[in-house]
């Protein structure tokens, strides 16, 4: 399945295949995420959206899951999430910071970081073994090794994410 661009990708779920946990969180004030995006807490225990477009993870930055729904655009406003626990698995297109890169069986087992593309889309970003927070379990079979934008299936590293893991 040849792409000329990244895919957004949206499968996530625990270790044993079962869906994540899920918890509701009050929503921060002027949210506008999708179904999808990466989340983090704010020092309220609000839910914001953990990073902007064309951004990459730093050392810091620790997700805390996916909204399972959309933003509600109000404050307070009850939020799903799917939360990225020890257990939690993502499958996400692999990248150059952005740009594009093929998968390749080298990648299993490395740790990397994550980048946000200009429309929104996360993905392993190869080009960052500094500020890793998950690690390559294996190519997703909906790709072969060696394709463009390939998918990998992926855990998080133990105190990656605000859940902890």
């Known amino acids: ?64 899951g996916v909204a399972l729904s959309d933003s509600t655009g109000t404050t307070n406003g009850t939020i799903l999430a799917g939360v990225f626990d020890g257990q939690a698995r993502v499958v996400l297109p692999v990248s150059n910071a952005g740009a594009s890169i093929a998968t390749n069986q080298n990648q299993v087992g490395v740790s990397y970081g994550l980048h946000v593309n200009a429309s929104g889309y996360v993905s392993v970003n190869t080009n960052d073994t500094t500020n890793t927070k998950i690690v390559v379990e294996r190519i997703h079979p909906q790709y072969p090794a060696a394709e463009a934008w390939g998918w990998l299936e992926c855990k998080f590293i133990g105190g990656q994410t605000q859940f902890g893991s």
């Open 1 to 64: 399945m040849p792409t000329t661009a990244m895919e957004n990708v949206k499968i996530w779920y625990r270790a044993d295949g079962h869906a994540l946990e899920t918890r509701e969180y009050p929503e921060a004030p002027s949210q506008t995420f999708k179904r999808g995006a990466y989340l983090v807490l704010n020092g309220s225990g609000q839910v914001l959206l953990a990073k902007g477009a064309n951004t990459t993870y730093g050392s810091s930055d620790k997700p805390l």
